[in-house]
């Protein structure tokens, strides 16, 4: 983790014009994930899990949703078929002249384009994040454990479109003998359901809460057009529809993976997230994005990669680091206990 990565400041100061949001602020981390090769000692996104080697893989013995299952790859095909398009990405950015594709790269696309029929029984999990604490606050903690680790099932489920994800907290110092090996599903239901290894990029910025989670009162005046003109700042200069869209895009929480912070709703209103197990308000714990910006949100840009910008593969957004892709877009967050991170963890996709 020796990048740096810098949000720049947002466009306007929020609190200044509506000092009822200070009190209302939280701290989140930015985790800015970007392709590397980390280790089972390294915070990552997509990386190995320092998995004791004396305890039990998780698989996921859930139903699954058998869509599309005549398109399904392993996890190796899938890795492969990124190195070809990487290649070729790189051979066409040193000569625009360059083929698009090889003989030899066409053949295998051909091949693994028939993909394996489906998988039914257990299937492994595959790493999608390890946090450590000297990298990564958490809003939540586990006594005694200085580690997160995140897997999930890479296929859809009967009751969810999206994988379904297994939270494990550990000491990491109790962890001796590491699983070298560690098993991989059969089949991964969809490509977008690997992530890339990445390093991670920790930075703390502030959040504040969704526009649909404010009060009536608070919603009238962001919503009101004059008191933006009043202060001075042309919120419709930066393609916004209405000061509503501004905030929610440019000032209110950062979008990407992030640690903390407050829920992002969109997809759906504002809900409850009480804890399964005795009913407390869970806390956000966890976000895996889609992309970590968009055409809407290119404010959160960090400022090294406006001048220097990670290179990503033909066809692919520029923000799309992890190349995960969820539900068509969206993030899925991991809300937690904070009485008892043990309890069960809520999923929610926005």
């Keep these: 983790m020796n990048a740096i990565f810098t949000t720049p400041p947002r466009p306007v100061d929020i609190t200044a014009l509506f000092p009822q949001l200070a009190p209302l602020a939280r701290t989140a981390t930015r985790l800015h994930p970007r392709p590397g090769s980390p280790t089972v000692h390294d915070s990552s996104v997509g990386g190995p899990l320092l998995w004791p080697a004396d305890e039990p893989w998780p698989h996921c013995v859930e139903p699954h949703d058998s869509e599309a299952a005549d398109e399904m790859h392993s996890a190796d095909e899938i890795r492969l078929l990124r190195r070809i398009r990487a290649a070729a990405a790189e051979r066409r950015l040193r000569d625009p002249q360059a083929p698009a594709i090889t003989p030899e790269e066409r053949e295998i696309e051909q091949r693994l384009r028939e993909g394996h029929p489906w998988f039914d029984g257990p299937i492994p999990m595959i790493p999608v994040a390890q946090l450590y604490a000297r990298d990564v606050p958490l809003p939540v903690s586990h006594p005694g454990a200085d580690l997160l680790q995140v897997l999930w099932c890479p296929c859809d489920h009967e009751e969810f479109a999206h994988p379904r994800t297994a939270l494990f907290w550990r000491s990491s110092g109790s962890v001796t003998d590491v699983l070298e090996a560690p098993p991989e599903p059969p ?23 969704s526009f649909m989670e404010l009060s009536k009162e608070l919603q009238q005046q962001l919503g009101d057009v004059n008191l933006w003109e009043t202060a001075g700042f042309a919120w419709d200069s930066t393609g916004a529809l209405d000061p509503q869209e501004f905030y929610f895009r440019n000032l209110c929480h950062a979008p990407g993976w992030k640690t903390g912070g407050w829920t992002r709703w969109g997809l759906t209103d504002p809900m409850p997230r009480s804890c399964p197990e005795c009913g ?3 806390t956000p714990l966890l976000t895996i994005a889609s992309t970590e910006w968009n055409s809407g949100s290119k404010s959160w840009m960090p400022d090294e990669e406006r001048t220097n910008p ?41």
Excluded: K, M, R
Aim: glycine share 2%; net charge negative; hydrophobic share 40%.
């Design 187 to 209: 089949v991964i239901q969809f490509d977008w359901y690997l992530p890339e290894p990445c390093l991670l990029a920790p930075e703390q910025v502030t959040d504040y809460p």
């Design 280 to 282: 407390i308000e869970t």
């Design 310 to 350: 990670t290179p990503f593969l033909i066809g692919v957004p520029p923000a799309d680091f992890t190349l995960l892709n969820i539900t068509d877009g969206y993030d899925l967050q991991l809300h937690a206990c904070p009485a008892s991170p043990d309890h069960p963890h809520i999923e929610l996709v926005q």
